[in-house]
């Protein structure tokens, strides 16, 4: 009988280190009920039987307080004091200290954890005592002391290494890298996530789900808020299938805070009280507390608070502040203010904004940027100047993007100061100065193009994955092709893509950004260049257009914001159903030119319109509204047959047009599987005297990337494929393999003028901080001046002969957006723009 019940002790004390709460449950109790334990009968102490009894009760004790039933516990560990041995004490008093700290009681877990300390010493260094100090690093994370909780977590894991226990190692590396990632080092945070699913896979298989939310976590921190989500909801479905509630309760707060940041307030407020009533069952009220701020937070931001709002929060914050409690408490106290400023109570509000923010990390970056937004609401309400408060936090990001290597994660910083930059847009807007709302339309985008690329994809190690990743794609193709099974083949094409894309977003920034260019510097370009530049934002739910180089700058409303939305939807849609591969019947054809027709003399009348006068008949570029990036405006009626530029930002402009462009040997190179491809690169070739030709068998995207570096023009005529859901993997097609987005990157000397031939590698994937992603950004972003590309599909015959003729126009002397002017004017239905410059 014992030494089966020890046997199911020791099931379930494995179960339970690997989440599997239902499970390890099931083995304590058969072995409770193999013991005949029974709560009204003391066991004799000092027997086998009553040791493996309070063993058991301490284990037991710690899966309730995940399954939501800590009281219980709690009694457990009271029951099992009365006969415990003297040799085993410490583990009750560490579980004690364990089920405190799960339920938000922060102080007096460390003080037990500090009571347990000496016991479990005097026992000897084992696997309990090495656990203390990863579990008391997670106290000191809660509190806010991370760089105690680093110590903490390196002495478990020097403990853990002496007593060969790999697994818990792994676990203590794991506390360590989420503190760092409080700390605000998200990229040695995501470098040690990825070292732990290798060793995870390795040693541990089922710990690899630890990482979801790790993850999720982490892709908050720069405000990639769709996979954060994602994430988070995968992570919690997971733990709340093992029975884990406790944690999967804590999800549900953070999948909240997620809303929140990405103003889903309706999104928000649900997963709060989810979370709430959930802490509340469970009898843990500082989480509770926690989540009904959350949900408090969401009800102000849209607008939707009561009168008595301010003290709810005081309230809460009291709660919590009597706990010990310090995680998004200075968040609470800044949402305190705001109240107090929106219900006039100044001087209240000023108190509140007076304490220096002393929290450490992105919890530091987030509070200094609410605490600049509520000082600006203040200086605001009181007819001040709050436009300093909200330079000063944009500037505080602008330093910590560039932090980062990712694009992808430079991109979604942007999204972190959203309220700082839509409240600035706002407000100059209502002040009504052209100039002022010009540059807080350039802080709202195009962010990311200001920081140099890191250029990861040179690295050795990358280079070698994505070799791997062509060797991959290209099995991929073969396999469908032949009509099998791709299912194995496509995981492995995911998986590299994720490994790269891992690596991608673990490498540091350059900490470097270009200087600001003003609206005047903007201003006076346009006016010499003969160009007028009409940046687009929304704003009361209408369209605005700000214009420069029109004798001083002009602001225009134009059409309503989701009507735009609407029929640049349709218009594209339209566009790639004339594009398609098989020919039309007439009566669909016509019908679907009427469309294309309509919705562009929609958003004629609607943006054009009001702003030509101002233009007259001067050149345009155009930076469009995020949700407008896939409108083909060469399409509108009055802009057929004129210089039309698409650029992300006036300032990407500007840079374009002042950069000095390479002078290297031009670059025609072609695709497989293009029937006009090698006629095309031909003809365009022998426009461009010395100019490198790679055929479509001989076109390896090695290179093609390093014909690539230098060129003065590169015409690629390939077939291309954007990854909506994975931008940095859009990529053209060549006989050797794909040429990735990612790997643009990396070059040296970016061609000054690029086109893309065939395909929708115009397209772009608004998915972070609404800043474009995609192939022709990419290029753009490399530091590419020119790219034209199309927003389409575009038949082989119509993109070869539309090319020839345009390149014949480039090589006479005409700029890009001249030369695609000209050969579009009698090809209405074009999908091809010219984006930058």
């Known amino acids: 009988m014992l030494p089966r019940a020890w046997r199911l002790y020791d099931r379930g004390r494995r179960l339970q280190s690997r989440g599997r709460v239902i499970e390890a449950a099931e083995a304590h109790n058969q072995a409770l009920a193999l013991l005949q334990w029974d709560p009204e009968r003391t066991p004799t102490p000092g027997t086998s039987r009553a040791r493996l009894i309070a063993r058991l009760l301490a284990s037991r004790a710690a899966g309730l307080t995940f399954s939501g039933q800590a ?105 360590g890298a989420l503190l760092w990632l409080e700390l605000g080092e998200v990229t040695r945070a995501i470098r040690e ?51 884990d509630l406790r944690t999967a309760a804590t999800g549900e707060f953070f999948r909240a805070i997620v809303a929140l940041e990405a103003t889903d307030y309706a999104e928000a407020e649900l997963w709060a009280h989810r979370a709430m009533e959930t802490f509340y069952g469970m009898g843990i009220e500082t989480w509770a507390f926690l989540s009904k701020l959350l949900a408090l937070q969401a009800l102000f931001d849209s607008e939707r608070a009561g009168s008595d709002f301010s003290t709810k929060v005081e309230m809460l914050c009291a709660a919590l502040d ?122 709202c985008r195009a962010q990311a193009l200001r920081i140099p690329p890191v250029k990861s994809s040179a690295d050795p190690d990358a280079r070698e994955s994505i070799g791997r990743l062509r060797q991959a794609r290209q099995r ?173 930002s006036a300032e990407a402009w500007w840079r374009a047009t002042t950069r000095r462009r390479p002078n290297g040997p031009p670059l025609a190179a072609a695709g497989p599987r293009l029937n006009t491809a090698g006629t095309e690169i031909s003809a365009i070739g022998g426009l461009y005297p010395g100019a490198n030709l790679m055929p479509a068998d001989d076109s390896d995207p090695e290179l093609v990337l390093k014909a690539l570096d230098g060129a003065s023009v590169a015409h690629l005529a390939a077939h291309g494929h954007h990854e909506p859901d994975n931008v940095l993997f859009s990529r053209l097609d060549f006989g050797q393999g794909p040429l990735n987005a990612y790997e643009l990157l990396g070059l040296d000397q970016p061609p000054g003028h690029v086109v893309l031939s065939s395909c929708d590698l115009g397209r772009s994937t608004v998915a972070v901080g609404n800043e474009t992603l995609g192939f022709t950004a990419a290029l753009l972003h490399a530091g590419t001046s020119t790219v034209v590309s199309s927003l389409g599909r575009v038949p082989d015959d119509l993109a070869a002969e539309m090319m020839i003729d345009y390149h014949r126009r480039c090589a006479a002397g005409a700029t890009p957006a001249e030369a695609l002017a000209a050969v579009g004017e009698n090809r209405p239905w074009h999908p091809f723009v010219c984006f930058g410059a």
């Open 193 to 243: 996530f990825e070292d732990l699913r290798r060793l995870y896979r390795e040693h541990a298989p089922e710990h690899e789900a630890r990482l979801v939310s790790a993850y999720a976590d982490a892709l908050m921190r720069v405000g990639m808020y769709r996979q954060s989500a994602e994430l988070w909801e995968e992570a919690i479905a997971g733990v709340r299938l093992q029975g």
């Open 476 to 648: 991929l193709w073969d396999i469908q092709m032949d009509g099998r099974d791709d299912t194995e083949a496509m995981r492995r094409v995911r998986e590299l893509e994720e490994e790269i894309r891992a690596y991608d977003r673990s490498k540091p920034g350059p900490r470097l950004q270009a200087e600001r260019i003003t609206p005047e510097q903007i201003q006076l370009l346009a006016e010499e260049r003969g160009t007028v530049i009409v940046s687009l934002y929304g704003i009361n739910d209408h369209l605005v257009a700000l214009v420069a180089g029109v004798g001083g700058l002009r602001n225009v409303q134009l059409m309503k914001l989701e009507e735009a939305v609407e029929s640049g939807r349709r218009l594209g849609a339209d566009l790639d159903a004339l594009g398609a591969p098989y020919p039309l019947p007439d009566r669909l054809r016509q019908s679907v030119e009427a469309s294309v027709r309509r919705n562009a003399e929609i958003l004629s009348r609607g943006i054009w319109d009001p702003i030509s006068e101002l233009i007259g008949d001067r050149d345009v570029v155009i930076v469009p509204h995020s949700k407008l990036a896939w409108v083909p405006w060469p399409l509108l009626p009055p802009l057929r047959g004129r210089a039309i530029t698409v650029s992300p």
């Open 71 to 175: 009281w219980k516990g709690m009694r457990m560990l009271d029951q099992a004091e009365e006969f415990v041995d003297p040799r085993d004490r410490g583990i009750v008093v560490h579980q004690r200290a364990l089920i405190l700290w799960q339920n938000g009681r922060l102080a007096e877990a460390l003080e037990w954890f500090h009571k347990a300390e000496p016991i479990l010493e005097r026992r000897g260094p084992d696997w309990l005592y090495a656990g203390l100090y990863m579990n008391r690093a997670g106290v000191w994370r809660d509190l806010g002391n991370f760089q105690k909780g680093l110590e903490s977590t390196q002495r478990a894991q020097e403990l853990f290494a002496a007593l060969g226990g790999t697994i818990n190692l792994i676990k203590a590396r794991h506390m």
């Open 322 to 443: 009597n706990r010990g409690w310090t995680m998004r408490m200075e968040q609470a106290r800044i949402l305190a203010a705001r109240s107090y400023i929106r219900d006039q109570a100044f001087e209240t509000a000023q108190e509140h904004l007076e304490r220096p923010v002393e929290s450490h990390g992105y919890g530091a970056l987030s509070a200094t940027l609410a605490r600049h937004l509520a000082l600006a609401e203040l200086a605001r309400a009181e007819d001040d100047d709050p436009f300093p408060e909200l330079q000063a936090g944009l500037n505080k990001l602008d330093e910590y993007r560039t932090e980062f290597g990712s694009i992808e994660f430079q991109a979604g910083v942007s999204a972190i100061g959203i309220q700082l930059a839509s409240r600035g847009l706002h407000w100059a807007t209502e002040d009504g100065d052209p100039a002022w709302m010009f540059a807080w339309a350039e802080r």
